[in-house]
């Protein structure tokens, strides 16, 4: 739905599309037993049918991750800077997957299983390689090469075919972005497998400001007037007070993009995440090109 003065708060309530159902192998719970403190690594476990037996911030995968689904059974950990030490015991895991940015808590782990890190996300430079490399790293570790082997040749071929079959899209840039709060946008660009999806694509980024490590630059709403013309995709969860902070805001109001309709909300994609994420937002991007471009 367009996220114009007319339907802005329409706009912001309501999906503007759900996208396919996550089509990924089925869960087959043998192997080593991992424990994850990362989402995206979570991820390629899942995609893998490895056995992952606990997760960092389980609540949270719905709205942030989405895909694939969490195997049932899988166990909360808690906070991943803050994990719950008694659980993880409890659990056994064989081992326990972290990234550098949590490396502050790994002392700790290492009292309850050995702990692998991946450096995927944080490096100012485009994360593609390194994915390709955890995911291939996994494999190994969970004896399940070929599956890993077979879920990066999908991944480049479902790219490759959506980007064959967009057509509308590639007509405007697209900018991706979250609301952080009222005032404030996360923008994501360079340096994130969000750009690294759009570039696969095809598809231009209407962002041509800088982005820091992670991928994103975060901006006031004043900052928007510099977008030209271009589609503007509001990712999921939009924070519950921007609706109304928007509907009576006539810098908001004034933006072109908002004015033309080129603004649309957008289901929510893994910003860090691993190579389902990546295939989510492509095969989301060619749902909205079939439904609104």
């Not at 808590?105 to 994360?127: C, D, K, N, W, Y």
């Not at 510099?226 to 990712?235: S, T």
């Amino acid at each position: 739905m367009d996220l114009t003065r007319r339907h802005l708060l329409a706009g912001l309530g309501a999906v503007a599309c759900a996208g396919p159902a996550w089509t990924g192998p089925a869960w087959a719970g043998t192997g080593p037993r991992f424990a994850s403190l990362d989402h995206g690594l979570a991820q390629t476990l899942i995609a893998l049918g490895a056995d992952l037996t606990a997760i960092a911030q389980l609540p949270y995968w719905d709205i942030w991750t989405v895909e694939p689904p969490l195997p049932p059974g899988a166990a909360n950990l808690g906070l991943a800077r803050e994990p719950n030490m008694e659980s993880l015991a409890r659990l056994a895991p064989d081992l326990i997957l972290s990234t550098p940015y949590l490396e502050g808590v790994r002392h700790q782990l290492e009292l309850v299983a050995p702990v692998e890190s991946f450096p995927i996300h944080a490096l100012g430079t485009s994360p593609w390689p390194n994915i390709l490399a955890a995911t291939r790293r996994l494999g190994t570790l969970s004896g399940r090469e070929a599956a890993a082997d077979r879920l990066i040749v999908d991944t480049e071929a479902e790219l490759a075919r959506i980007r064959d079959r967009l057509t509308r899209l590639p007509e405007l840039p697209i900018v991706p972005l979250h609301f952080v709060d009222t005032r404030h946008v996360r923008i994501y660009g360079d340096n994130g497998i969000i750009q690294d999806t759009l570039d696969r694509l095809d598809l231009r980024n209407g962002w041509s400001g800088p982005t820091n490590a992670w991928g994103f630059a975060t901006a006031g709403i004043e900052r928007l007037v510099e977008i030209g013309d271009a589609r503007v995709l509001v990712f999921d969860p939009v924070p519950p007070d921007v609706e109304a902070t928007l509907a009576g805001s006539p810098l908001w109001q004034g933006l072109p993009f908002v004015r033309e309709g080129r603004m649309r909300r957008f289901p929510n994609v893994a910003a860090f995440g691993t190579l389902p994420a990546a295939t989510r937002l492509a095969r989301l991007l060619e749902s909205f090109e079939r439904d609104h471009a």
